[in-house]
């Protein structure tokens, strides 16, 4: 049970970040199609700057420290990969969803690109490194508390810093997007962003702080995801990770609380399909592996987050109420 | 004013080309500045490189070397671009009709796999080959229609936003395909070739696609009949779409859906009819691949989606989704791909490349209907000029009767846009319609 829980919050944490990103962009006005790929290039930068880090045997003996610079590199280029899609919604005035599809190519090309220049592979992985004795260590960015009551043990032990620092920044930008002015001038500016500009509201500046934050947010869960779901591989690809955040998003009515239960939700069903074959209930002494014996292959437990988001949003549709504005790039002259 | 000879660019359709030209040279020059900057930080890569990198990139097939290679490679060139024309057509159709198709890959898959399983599960022995292969061929098309048909359901019923449904039915159906090719596996999958993530080829069923000569014409490739099929798909539909009343209908509901009810036509009919023609469409290509009798296919795909299912959205945006234009666009792909992987084989680069210039492209044509505007702009601008000279003596100039018959045009300067927007009506709503 405490398994299953500890691995549903390690499931969950990307899509809550991710899934945030993306109501920071469209509550802004920007329809963030390109999550996933900025998820892919945060992931590629935050997995080569640890990469390069752990070149230094110091950094090696705190990985903790590598682990939350890489997620601060994840961020940082994460948002500025966002700006390309920022410029071509607002400068250009490009289509949304077809600006986020560019980037959603882009990502993986550009990651694929470098890491087969540079690395002579098509995926980067994190080796172990010598660390300041000279020894060869694994990346051990976990926090091990083995002897702790069971319900704190599903925060504290074999976590991640990556947990508390995400939720977090959940939880202050939450507050934020409500309870500040700014936070105020950003949903004006996805609902009615003419309406903003004439209480005198930037309405691009706003815009492109929405996507900027979206970005890094983006980045961030990306780098999140690879270091603690996918063992650490930065591949070209995510698997769906950003579009399934994107359905969350849509799932939790574009508001941080039901975005957190979304997330809840799917990264449940999501971490189901990993590790459905090791759960395991005990009655009368015997260990029994309920799922397990089910015998259903993998990929029905793989099935289920993607058919729950579509039943779910057919029973939602009637109360979703998307910003506005959102994906109409901005005219001063429209009404 | 429209009897005027009109400039090159006043025509919606020249300025759609060029735009897309603009596009792909800003493309091309990203992709060069890229690798001018990796010769240049890279010790290891030689300066001269990233010349003839891009020179590999832009002579596509013909940069393979020998005649022989170059005759193969753009057999199989023209080959690989067959999957990728249909499903161009598959989201070019669903943009004209409003909608955006990004569950290519999902139809796609599930195209393969039901033009797969009647393929090798009808022995040839007893039902003639042609029989099977049209059987084969209906069966993929049919299962994409109907999977085309579920983010089109959603969004007439539900109305939920047709990207996210396409985007989940996509991993549904990596999955389903997996799932079924698992258990149903011993019938299907390559044991023979000791091919086990692979589905045996057609052809050991004696079930392939004619190429009548054609293969060893082009240097014993891949190549069949099956891009002539997927071209004469291409022309139907243009013609379906721009001369039928359904058609009419279709593009009409994707304009303006409430105008179109207003009208008396079904209107959630004409999104599910779209989008299930949509994944007819992704399937039937995925099947002509799949059909060519000597392709493997992966069948544990429930981690990854067929990239060609994605490059349909480059291949229609490229050709501003235009039936025709997608045979050719979707070509320029595959042939900017060949030249990838011809750069991987002769220099340090890598056939990344290509999709990096490909997504750049797309970056740019999501801006085409900005390009497009300018251009017409600058038309426009040439053919006042011209105007003006024609006539040394405009009406105009004269300032005062002006002022006497209408009180309302008292700033000159108003009088500038008034007198440029009437031209411009006829056009932006054909574009309207284009777009």
């Known amino acids: 049970m405490i398994f299953l829980l500890q691995k549903t919050l390690i499931f969950t944490i990307p899509l809550l970040i991710v899934a945030l990103a993306g109501m920071y962009a469209e509550r802004s006005g920007i329809i963030n199609i390109a999550l996933d790929g900025i998820m892919i290039f945060g992931a590629f930068s935050g997995a080569l700057c640890a990469l390069l880090l752990r070149r230094t045997p110091f950094f090696v003996d705190h990985n903790q420290l590598t682990f939350v610079i890489a997620m601060a590199v994840a961020a940082v280029s994460g948002a500025l990969f966002s700006l390309l899609l920022s410029f071509s919604a607002i400068k250009l005035k490009a289509d949304q969803t077809i600006g986020g599809t560019a980037l959603n190519m882009l990502a993986p090309a550009i990651a694929l690109f470098f890491i087969k220049v540079f690395f002579f592979k098509d995926q980067l992985e994190m080796v172990p490194a010598a660390n300041s004795e000279g020894k060869v260590v694994d990346f051990g960015y976990v926090i091990q508390n083995k002897d702790m009551n069971p319900v704190l043990s599903i925060f504290f032990d074999k976590a991640y810093i990556s947990t508390f620092i995400a939720l977090a920044i959940f939880i202050l930008l939450s507050v934020l997007i409500y309870k500040t002015k700014t936070g105020l001038r950003l949903r004006a500016c996805g609902e009615h962003p003419q309406a903003a500009a004439s209480v005198g509201i930037e309405v691009n500046r706003m815009r492109y702080l929405g996507t900027t934050v979206s970005g890094a947010l983006a980045g961030f869960g990306g780098y999140v995801y690879i270091a603690t779901v996918a063992n650490g591989q930065a591949t070209g690809a995510v698997a769906g990770m950003g579009f399934l955040a994107l359905a969350i998003m849509i799932f939790g009515n574009w508001k941080p609380l039901g975005i957190a239960l979304g997330a809840l939700f799917f990264g449940f069903l999501k971490c189901l399909g990993v590790i459905y074959d090791q759960l395991s209930v005990t009655i009368n002494g015997k260990e029994i592996y309920f799922l397990k014996e089910l015998n259903l292959p993998m990929y029905f437990y793989n099935l289920i987050p993607y058919v729950a988001v579509l039943l779910v949003l057919a029973f939602t549709s009637k109360r979703s109420r998307a910003p506005k504005a959102e994906g109409i790039p901005y005219d001063k002259g429209m009404r | ?435």
């Open chain 2, 1 to 435: 004013m429209n009897k005027e000879k009109k400039g090159l660019f006043a025509k919606e359709g020249v300025r759609s080309v060029i735009a897309s030209l603009i596009c792909i040279l800003g493309g091309l020059l990203v992709g060069f500045i890229v690798l001018v900057c990796l010769a240049m930080f890279n010790e290891n890569i030689p300066f001269s490189q990233a010349v003839t990198g891009i020179v590999t990139v832009l002579a596509g097939p013909f940069s393979a070397g020998s005649f022989h290679d170059a005759m193969f490679q753009l057999g199989n060139m023209l080959f690989q671009a067959t999957p990728l024309i249909m499903t161009g057509l598959s989201v070019a159709l669903a943009f004209k009709t409003g909608l955006f198709n990004i569950g290519a890959p999902g139809q796609y898959l599930m195209g393969a796999m039901g033009s797969l399983i009647v393929a090798l599960s009808i022995p040839t022995t007893v039902v003639p080959a042609v029989i099977v292969w049209i059987l084969a061929l209906l069966t993929g098309i049919l299962l994409g229609v109907l999977w085309g048909a579920i983010p089109g359901f959603f969004k007439a019923k539900f109305n939920v936003n047709e990207v996210i449904v396409c985007i989940m039915t996509n991993w549904i159906a990596a999955n389903v395909v997996s799932w079924v090719f698992k258990v149903t596996g011993d019938n299907f999958i390559n044991y023979a070739e000791t091919k086990v993530n692979f589905i045996r080829k057609t052809a050991t069923n004696g079930v392939a696609t004619w190429s009548f000569g054609l293969n060893d014409l082009f240097g014993g490739s891949y190549l069949d009949i099956s891009i002539f099929i997927a071209t004469v798909i291409a022309i139907v539909l243009y013609v379906v779409m721009n001369k039928t009343t359904f058609g009419y209908e279709l593009r009409a509901c994707g304009f303006n859906k409430n105008a179109s009810k207003y009208a008396g036509m079904n209107e959630k009919r004409n999104i599910i009819l779209s989008m299930a023609i949509a994944g007819g469409l992704a399937a039937c290509g995925a099947a002509l691949w799949c059909l060519n009798g000597s392709q493997d296919f992966k069948w544990e795909t429930y981690l990854t989606l067929p990239a060609d299912g994605f490059n349909g959205i480059p291949a229609a945006l490229l050709a501003s989704n235009n039936p025709i234009g997608v045979i050719f666009s979707a070509i320029f792909l595959k042939y900017l791909g060949a030249g990838g992987s011809n750069l991987a084989a002769h220099t340090s680069f890598n056939e990344y490349v290509s999709p990096l210039i490909v997504a750049v492209i797309i970056y740019f044509a999501g801006a085409s209907k900005l390009i497009k505007d300018l251009l017409a702009r600058g038309a426009h601008k040439k053919r006042k000029v011209a105007a003006a000279a024609a006539e040394p003596v405009p009406p105009d100039t004269g300032g005062p009767p002006e002022e006497a018959e209408s009180p309302s045009a008292e700033d000159p300067p108003e009088e500038e846009p008034a007198e440029t927007e009437t031209p411009d009506v006829p056009e932006t709503t054909e574009g309207g319609e284009e777009s």
